[in-house]
Structures are given as structure tokens and as C-alpha cells.
């Protein structure tokens, strides 16, 4: 593994042995949910009162994206608040959504069930796959079955229907 470029480049070698895929695939997977579990992203769902530290991702990105997205929006406009925008991320992780689900609760004070279902209409596209919708596997979980979830993660054959 540690000579080619990536994980993707290996799997792609290996593509007509389905077992290092499949091996593989779980082992991005696992990866990517550690990955978001030690991010600065991460809120531990153990306490339903937690909420994201914005303060520990003051200058990211996403806080410049939602005071880019925030002005001129009332809080009884948030069903459309991301109507406008699209996102193509070559990540597998779910940082952007998991974000946007805490950010839309702490700028418009809505619901979780509510942001999550804001969320789910906007236009992110993940062409690589990712490791599931965060209703189906929690942000940083621990997943009973990685070898399910990594039907979801792509490789080049899955993209360019090549063998």
C-alpha cells in the first residue's frame, strides 16, 4: 500500500481481485468514520445538549461558507437557505453535511429533525461514494458491518464501467 499514491490507485490495480476490494473498501470506510470521529467537527451524541464548538473551527471554511450564506436570510426562510448552492466533494467523509445539520440549528434555531431534512434536499454529490447518510450511520460511529457500507465507496471501474 505504501507504494502506490493512494488507496484508490491500489484498489484500482487489484481491481479483478473482489476480496482486496471489498477489504479495502471496508478499511476506507473504517478510516473515514475514526477519521471524523477525532475531528474538530465531532459532537459527542451521548449528551443530547452537546453542540458544535464553532469556536474550534473559526477559521474553516464552512464558518466563512454560513456567514457568506447567512446575510439576507430570515429564519423563516431556512426550508430554501441552501436551494441556490451545490457542493461536489471528493471526500467519502460527511463533514460538509454533518456541519451544515449543526450550523442551520445554531444560526436559525431549528430542530435537528428539521436541519437534517433541509440537508437531505441539497445538491451534494459525493462521485466517489462516501460512507453512508448520516440517518443510516452516525458522524464518527462505529458501523456493526464496514464490508456493507463499503458497497457505497467507489472505485475507477465503479466510475468508468471499465474491467
Not at 473482489?18 to 473504517?30: F, P, Y
Not at 475514526?34 to 471554511?61: F, G, M, Q
Amino acid at each position: 500500500m505504501l507504494l502506490a499514491n493512494s488507496i484508490d490507485d491500489f484498489l484500482n490495480i487489484h481491481e479483478g481481485a473482489s476480496e482486496v476490494v471489498t477489504v479495502g473498501k471496508a478499511a476506507i470506510v473504517r478510516s473515514i468514520l475514526n477519521a471524523e470521529r477525532h475531528c474538530k467537527l465531532y459532537v459527542d451524541p451521548s449528551n443530547t445538549y452537546n453542540r458544535l464548538d464553532v469556536a474550534k473551527i473559526r477559521d474553516s471554511w464552512f464558518v466563512k461558507f454560513m456567514q457568506v450564506l447567512g446575510p439576507g436570510r430570515k429564519a423563516h426562510e431556512v426550508e430554501n437557505v441552501l436551494d441556490d448552492v451545490s457542493f461536489i466533494t471528493f471526500n467519502y467523509d460527511r463533514c460538509l453535511e454533518y456541519f451544515l445539520h449543526h450550523a442551520l440549528q445554531l444560526m436559525y434555531g431549528i430542530q435537528r429533525q428539521r436541519a437534517a431534512e433541509i440537508v437531505s434536499r441539497a445538491n451534494i454529490i459525493h462521485p466517489y461514494g462516501s460512507v453512508g447518510s448520516l440517518e443510516r450511520v452516525l458522524f464518527g460511529g462505529k458501523p456493526a458491518r464496514p464490508n456493507e457500507l463499503s458497497r457505497a465507496i467507489k472505485s475507477d471501474q465503479d466510475l468508468h464501467g471499465t474491467h
